[in-house]
């Protein structure tokens, strides 16, 4: 069964630090792949997406994300991370049945805490 | 602020009651989803509508019953839920079921 990992629950990282959030997923073919952000008490916000070509891909707030086919990975980054960032990340993938997009699979999140 | 809203934000029922959660998006989107965000759990998908139909239903218990009346409104009515029940209910849209979804704020939902 297809499925998402996100191996760590809780981060913390210091302001002005570097940020990596691992994501990992299951599936025989490439997926369409995702990260979302959820603020305290807010709905999940669209970070990035990547769907084909280019594996490095640029998103919102000054985050990056890398698809590695050969590790199927897609790990979350940012090289300086401000107070504002502290929030859950979800990984997601949605899976190509017939070459349309099936829905959402979500990891269960990775929790940044921002230290001053 | 994504242009997909709910209502209400927090509610909290009892075992007995009956109530409906609302979700609205005027984006012009074509599918609606219903997700339920419980602790330590990832994300559930419940329910799929695509141009009000409902195209797929995870295995979700019949105490819960969605409607959708029309592409910009998504209802989720609720009757003799129990305490597990208790988790964040996500709404989200789509412009079609092959796009990226946008989601709501939610509605934490309570049973007691």
């Known amino acids: 069964a297809q499925s998402v990992t996100q191996p760590d629950i809780h981060i913390t990282v210091s302001e002005g630090a570097s940020l990596e959030l691992r994501c990992n997923y299951s599936y025989g073919a490439t997926p369409y792949l995702f990260w979302y952000v959820q603020s305290p008490g807010q709905g999940l916000q669209l970070l990035l997406k990547?769907?084909?070509?280019?594996?490095l891909v640029q998103g919102i707030k000054g985050f990056e994300a890398e698809f590695k086919r050969s590790q199927s990975s897609f790990n979350l980054r940012k090289p300086s991370v401000h107070w504002s960032d502290a929030a859950e990340y979800f990984c997601a993938v949605a899976m190509i049945y017939g070459g349309s997009q099936g829905n959402l699979i979500f990891g269960k999140g990775t929790k940044l805490s921002v230290k001053p | 602020e994504t242009g997909v809203t709910q209502t209400p934000r927090h509610l909290v029922m009892g075992m007995t009651n009956k109530k409906s959660l609302k979700c609205e998006q005027h984006l012009g989107h074509n599918a609606m989803y219903w997700y339920k965000q419980s602790a330590k759990k990832p994300l559930e998908l419940m329910f799929v509508y695509n141009f009000k139909e409902q195209t797929e239903n995870n295995s979700v218990p019949s105490r819960f019953s969605p409607e959708c009346p029309n592409s910009s409104h998504l209802f989720l009515h609720l009757h003799t839920l129990q305490p597990e029940d208790s988790a964040l209910y996500l709404c989200?849209?789509?412009?079609?079921?092959?796009?990226?979804?946008?989601f709501g704020q939610g509605t934490r939902l309570t049973v007691v």
């Open positions: 989200a849209s789509s412009q079609d079921v092959e796009e990226v979804a946008f």
């Open positions: 990547y769907f084909s070509g280019d594996t």
